[in-house]
């Protein structure tokens, strides 16, 4: 099996929590006055969310090898394509790949929502996507922390649908994370995760000395740069 | 598929199998252990598979090392062969390899290794059914029949279905086992630290669905380690009539000294699974970290055994949902929800007319909200296809609402079609006396194990004595044995007459519930609401015949749970019955009740004060409105929190008048007196009769304030401003909508319906407001939240003007239609949901296709509904090829159907690229559109 670090799966977060700025900003806040009604409401759905969703997650370190068709994780099946995802790993011995999900449990709640009232079913999804952030962000956590135990450093994370790093790699990652039957974490024929607050990303380890590119994330390489409107505003989509 | 109905295949029960051998024969009938092997997939990966490798395609190109092994397993004392064929779907295999050839390969690799028995391995497709993933119920059935019919003719002697943890999926497996193969099947789920599947199923849940399918061992399997499963396969030991497998894993894994170790050592883990068989569990094997050495000890564990522990099981009627299990004990009762039935509702009519399934979840979910443990679903109407419409509403009921359904219907076909896709174990209703009846249900209750209600009916009718209604009722518990079916699930309904009509056959109906209970030993439901069929105040009749029903010892009342006579009469039973232990329940819910003269006191004491705090005659006014109000709700049993601070409505509803009435007989004797002037000034387009609203108020404490003040009420009425500038309801219901507070602007909206007319209330107030809102979230000022709240407002004051206008019969505010669907790979749905929101309190009919749509589901709806505008969303750039697909493939076909777009990675150029023949920048612009295109 080689170096290959073995699966860690977390089946409870329990210090996953929703960034109430965040969750606001994703559905366009922008400093609009919000009366107290609203705000309570909000508050009582962020609870409920947190409350609601059974957060999971999994990932596994693998060490980099490049091959013609692109970033071979050894000891899997996965082979990263596209330039970006190579620019993103120059330079990176070894890469996490990992899987965040807010479980079925927040998925049907979500669904409920959705058919009850549609301002609810909007601020449980927003306050969803931040929760799920919050689990990636606590996943980063745990690879940082491994990276550093073996002296290596850590850049951002890069997930499918970024640049030019396709979709089609989401059913092969969560099969590589055991996905489906750790976490309930699938690919529909479209590629897209359900329970849909779920999230893939890839992340790279280099040695202490390596010069991890310093470029800081911004809107340059995305696709959305000339008409995106959270970029006007201010407030990109990465933190 | 209605195999049953279409006599395809035969009813299959679960000793309806072939059995390899006298030893597993044994196993089957719980007598004697059975020792299954440990993983596969950690001796595959220690071998060096690659982590997202399809395991299963070693079957064909390295058979000699899958042999050897199943051969070390054999060797350390394990008589099962599991198959390496976990995920060998056609869906997972895709054009790697058939079906067919990995079964061949697997199953002569088991063969190979020398085991007394070869387990075909079934695992979950991978896939979410419907309608939270995208798989259909069918295609799954598909998909595992394919591995079914390979493992049974590559010669395996049983079927594992294992890992699951969806209770549908799982039902999907079970029922391709049954029907398409006579081997015995094992079923095992995998639950997490919760002890629930990732679905919601629990390990009662699953026992009581699997067992009433009819298969031959159930248990768990993977999830957790022995000691975290033990108390899990306790729950399953203690109610599983069937033999119970517990293959566990051995902890997660780590890496010590470069070599993976999982965290139960195999002596700890063999001591846990001893004190499992010690509980009762027969069959055992292993799971993911385990290996031969672990099997070796289990084999040590059964050898000093020498028959499965004998356990004690609960018999008790069960029926489930794939989350909610109801299980009656005792004088236990549980309320079915009788609301989603079309029969006198013209709204659900409807919406089961136009496929509007939100509807009726929201009946369902009310019904769930109101204390009901089952729903009854009915799709009775001639119209429409019941078959298919029954079965839409157990999938979308089944995925947002836990509560276990009550699958309604007259007709065989349409009770296969829903039972079959439906999670849990169904209750269905009804099958009654008649023979031919009888011939045509009980299969289907006992091949996809329903409980069934029995009506005490036949050929001859309804019976009139109690001694004729119990002997159907004894020839259908009789019948329903013979088929299979236990009398734990045998319901019996002696049938609800009208006390009107047939007045002295309600003590029989009585006599014969308790006949039934005494005597058979079966469970009751009864439709309680037809007893006052024909008589007024008709609530009062149901709780006191609902009582006496519980007395004779009725066990599921058929009723409307959002009934407070209903409610309050069932949450007394279950305490007096002894279910509300400690009355619990009850003391929370009745802690602050007030007895209604009581309620009505205060109301009338609240009403004269705001009269007094306010002088001028309009505020009056809307204090004897108040007062008509809190009156007419409180007769109809609808609690009132305090007086309402301001006037909630003035407009007294017909039926509130009526009720009223009801409440104040001598409003009769009162009409006389009422002055006539006052109340017509007052309620200038009530549809109650002057009388009414006079009667009542003359009969409230501060009457003859509301008469003098009425009075005057009349003048100020005249004074009211021309629609140019507003008057103060208007105003306050632009104000409503603009700040989004929904539960004031229905009630606002009554108020100016009452002074002006609907039309008003839309052109002047609504509307408006809906383009202040819009002008706000174009300038930044509100943000989505805002605007949706708002909208929400807007809809509550939209739906009273509905109301308002279907009441006067004038023509519908439906305009359009229009059709919505997020594209093809694209999820986001926020901006779509926006815009059906406002089209729809714009008056369009929308047809909302949901997000991921496939073009050809765009263009059925435009064909089925003669669709000229159509709106996509997409907001990935991804997905705006798909966006352009759509498109083109509309205007190709219908070259008369407009499109607009919007999401937030278009742009006008963007929209022109795509094709589209609109863009809109966000909701109030698609509104535009549409009222432009269709001139309203």
């Not at chain 2, 995920?87 to 020398?114: P, W, Y």
């Not at chain 2, 919406?351 to 204390?371: S, T």
């Not at chain 2, 509307?767 to 943000?783: K, S, Y």
Request: net charge negative.
């Amino acid at each position: 099996m080689g170096p290959t670090e073995q699966l860690h799966i977390e089946r409870t977060v329990p210090d996953a929590r929703v960034d109430r700025a965040e969750a606001l900003r994703y559905i366009g806040y922008a400093g609009q006055q919000i009366d107290d009604v609203l705000s309570a409401r909000f508050d009582r759905v962020i609870e409920h969310c947190e409350q609601v969703a059974s957060p999971s997650y999994a990932y596994r370190i693998m060490p980099l090898e490049r091959t013609d068709e692109g970033m071979h994780l050894v000891g899997s099946t996965l082979t990263l394509t596209g330039s970006d995802i190579a620019r993103h790993l120059d330079g990176a011995s070894a890469c996490g790949v990992l899987v965040c999900t807010l479980g079925l449990s927040y998925e049907r709640e979500l669904q409920q929502l959705n058919r009850r009232n549609e301002l609810d079913g909007l601020l449980f999804g927003t306050a969803g996507s931040s929760l799920v952030e919050s689990v990636a962000d606590i996943c980063e956590t745990a690879i940082v922390a491994k990276a550093a135990a073996a002296g290596l450093r850590t850049n951002t994370r890069f997930s499918p649908g970024y640049g030019d790093l396709p979709l089609t790699l989401q059913p092969l990652i969560l099969d590589v994370l055991d996905a489906p039957r750790r976490l309930g974490v699938i690919a529909n024929d479209s590629n897209l995760l359900i329970p849909t607050k779920s999230t893939t990303a890839f992340i790279g380890l280099f040695d202490s000395d390596h010069l991890v590119s310093s470029v800081k994330q911004s809107c340059a390489q995305c696709p959305c740069k000339s008409h995106c409107t959270l970029r006007k505003q201010g407030t990109p989509c990465y933190r | 598929m209605l195999p049953i109905t279409d006599g395809t295949v035969h009813t299959r029960l679960r000793n309806d199998v072939r059995i390899k051998d006298d030893r597993l024969r044994a196993v089957l009938d719980g007598t004697s252990f059975l020792l299954f092997d440990g993983a596969m997939g950690t001796m595959l990966q220690q071998r060096g598979l690659d982590a997202g490798e399809l395991p299963e395609l070693l079957c064909i190109t390295n058979p000699d090392e899958i042999t050897a092994i199943h051969r070390a397993y054999v060797e350390a004392g394990s008589l099962v062969a599991t198959t390496n064929t976990f995920g060998a779907n056609e869906l997972k295999l895709g054009n790697r390899a058939a079906v067919e050839d990995v079964f061949a390969h697997a199953v002569s690799c088991a063969r190979a290794s020398g085991a007394a028995y070869v387990a075909a391995d079934i695992g979950p497709t991978g896939a979410l059914l419907e309608p939270l993933g995208t798989l259909s119920f069918d295609r799954a059935y598909d998909l595992f029949a394919r591995e079914v019919k390979a493992a049974d003719a590559a010669g395996a002697d049983l079927f594992i279905i294992e890992t699951m943890t969806d209770l549908l999926e799982m039902k999907a497996a079970v029922l391709a086992a049954k029907e398409n193969s006579d081997l015995p099947i094992f079923a095992t789920m995998t639950f997490g630290e919760d002890g629930r599947t990732f679905l919601g199923t629990s390990p009662a849940v699953a026992v009581a669905a699997l067992d009433a399918l009819g298969v031959n061992a159930l248990g768990v399997n993977c999830s957790l380690g022995p000691d975290a499963l033990a108390p899990l396969v306790t729950e399953m030991l203690s109610v599983a009539t069937c033999p119970v497998i517990v293959q566990a894993n051995a902890g997660l894994p780590s890496i010590v000294d470069g070599r993976t170790v999982y965290s139960i050592d195999p002596q700890s883990y063999a001591q846990s699974i001893a004190r499992i068989v010690d509980a009762g569990a027969s069959i055992i094997g292993g799971c993911c970290g385990t290996d031969p050495t672990y099997i070796r000890l289990l084999a040590d564990v059964l050898e000093k055994r020498e028959t499965p522990a004998p356990r004690s099981i609960e018999q008790a009627p069960r029926l489930t949902s794939a989350q909610n299990l109801v299980e009656l004990h005792g004088r236990d009762i549980a309320v079915i929800g009788e609301r989603i039935n079309p029969t006198g509702k013209k709204k659900l009519k409807q919406a089961l007319r136009d496929k509007d399934y939100d509807y009726v979840i929201n009946m369902a979910l009310d019904q769930a909200e109101a204390g009901s443990d089952l729903l009854d679903v009915n799709a009775g109407l001639p119209e429409i296809d019941e078959g298919a419409t029954l079965i839409e509403l157990v999938k979308q009921i089944q995925s947002v609402c836990g509560l276990p359904l009550q699958i309604d219907s007259s007709d065989p076909a349409a009770v296969e079609g829903a039972v079959r896709h439906y999670a849990g174990k169904a209750l269905i209703n009804s099958v009654n006396g008649k023979a031919d009846n009888l011939a045509a249900v009980l299969p289907i209750a006992a091949h996809y194990g329903c409980a069934v209600v029995g009506l005490t009916l036949d050929e001859g009718g309804i019976p009139s004595t109690a001694e004729k209604r119990f002997a159907i009722a004894e020839r259908i518990v009789n019948e329903a044995n013979r088929y299979g079916i236990p009398r734990e699930d045998v319901y019996i309904d002696c049938l609800t007459m009208a006390a009107s009509t047939n007045q002295s056959e309600v003590i029989e109906i009585l006599r014969t519930l308790r006949m039934v209970k005494e005597h058979l030993g079966v469970r009751t439901v009864l439709g309680v609401s037809n007893i006052s069929f024909g008589l007024p105040a008709r609530e009062v009749v149901n709780s006191a015949f609902l009582a006496a029903a519980f007395a004779a010892g009725l066990d599921m009342p058929i009723l409307n749970p959002m009934n407070e006579r209903f409610a309050e009469t069932v949450a007394a039973w279950k305490l007096l019955c002894g279910q509300d232990e400690g009355a619990t329940a009850f003391v929370e819910n009745f802690s602050s009740y007030k007895p209604m003269t009581k309620r009505i006191e205060e109301t009338r004491a609240e009403a004269a004060r705001t009269a007094a705090a306010q002088a001028s005659a309009q505020a009056a006014a809307d204090v004897a409105a108040a007062a008509t109000n809190a009156a007419a709700l409180i007769a109809q049993g609808i609690p009132v929190g305090g007086a309402p601070k301001s006037a909630p409505s003035a407009v007294s509803s017909s039926l509130g008048a009526a009720a009223a009435r009801a409440f104040a007989p001598s409003a009769a004797s009162a009409q006389a007196t009422a002055p006539a002037a006052a109340a017509g000034a007052v309620f200038p387009v009530t549809n109650a009769s002057r009388g009414d609203v006079g009667a009542v108020a003359e009969n409230t404490d501060s009457a003859s304030d509301v008469s003098t003040n009425g009075a005057a009420a009349d003048s100020a009425a005249s004074d009211i401003p021309a629609s140019s500038t507003l008057d103060a309801a208007s105003t306050e219901l632009r104000e409503l909508v603009i700040s989004g507070r929904k539960g004031a602007a229905g009630e606002a909206t009554k108020r100016v319906i009452a002074a002006h007319d609907p039309l008003y209330a839309i052109n002047e107030c609504l509307i408006p407001a809906l383009d202040v809102v819009g002008d706000r979230f174009e300038a930044g000022t509100f943000f989505l939240p805002q605007l949706m709240a708002s909208a929400e407002a807007a809809k509550a004051g939209f739906d009273v003007v509905k109301s308002q206008l279907a009441s006067e019969g004038t023509t519908k505010a439906d305009k359009g239609p229009v059709a919505l669907a997020t594209v093809k790979g694209d999820i986001h749905d926020i901006g779509k949901n926006i815009v059906k929101m406002l089209l729809e309190n714009y008056g369009f009919k929308v047809y909302d296709l949901g997000r991921d749509v496939d073009p050809s589901a765009v263009l059925d709806c435009i064909r089925d509904h003669d669709v000229k505008l159509v709106g996509l969303s997409a907001l990935m750039t991804t997905t705006v090829h798909n966006m352009k697909v759509t498109i083109g493939l509309i205007h190709k076909e219908f070259p008369d159907t407009k499109v607009f777009v919007g999401g937030a990675v278009l742009n006008e150029e963007y929209a022109k690229m795509v094709g589209a023949d609109y863009y809109t920048k966000d909701a109030a612009a698609s509104a535009r559109v549409a009222t432009e295109l269709f001139g309203a």
